[in-house]
């Protein structure tokens, strides 16, 4: 269980994420409401993440595409990661990944910077076959939901997805559903 509050386990996703040590079987984290500002990487396979309430449980990063911490660096799956693929707030890195009742916000200010390459991706799918995504809100301006990798799987129920410009956009097959 995390909770941001300090009543769980842990206060922050990643920690939780990072102690999975065998991804042969299902590992189910809870999340308690809570701004939960970190930069999220799922590299574990058959994670399932459950948040208490989509609105109040939010997962949150203030970086673009030219402002990313990750600029020519590499995810822990070795994948390397420059500009868009490493705006991300949210991760999935790996196969069987399972998401319900959480919000993923790119907070990036785009009226109070002036940079040319702005694109800020809120969630982002890397190698990643077989992800559900379940009543889960996704929020940015440019470049929100990203199912990047070809011949790779996502199944959306009754999602959220609010952005300006290509606000979906990848080679990744996506089926939305409601």
Known sequence: VVAADGSGDYT???DALDVITDDSQRSIIYVKPGVYS??????????????????????TW???????TLQNGTYSTGITSTGTDA???MLIA?????????TVRNDYDYQANA??????????HINSDKAVL?????VSFQDTYYPKSAKKRVYLKDCYIQGG????FGSGTAFIDG
């Not at 203030?62 to 990313?68: A, G, I, K, Q």
């Not at 790996?94 to 959480?102: P, Q, T």
């Not at 940079?115 to 982002?124: M, N």
């Open 12 to 14: 922050k996703i990643q």
């Open 38 to 59: 970190e930069k999220l990487v799922v590299a574990k396979k058959n994670v399932s993440l459950i948040g208490e309430d989509r609105d109040k449980v939010v997962i």
């Open 62 to 68: 203030n970086e673009c595409s030219t402002t990313s």
């Open 87 to 89: 705006s991300y707030s």
């Open 94 to 102: 790996a196969d069987g990944f399972y998401g319900e009742n959480f």
């Open 115 to 124: 940079h040319s390459d702005r694109q800020a991706v809120a969630l982002e």
């Open 134 to 138: 379940k009543n889960i809100k996704m």
């Open 165 to 168: 410009t290509d606000y979906v």
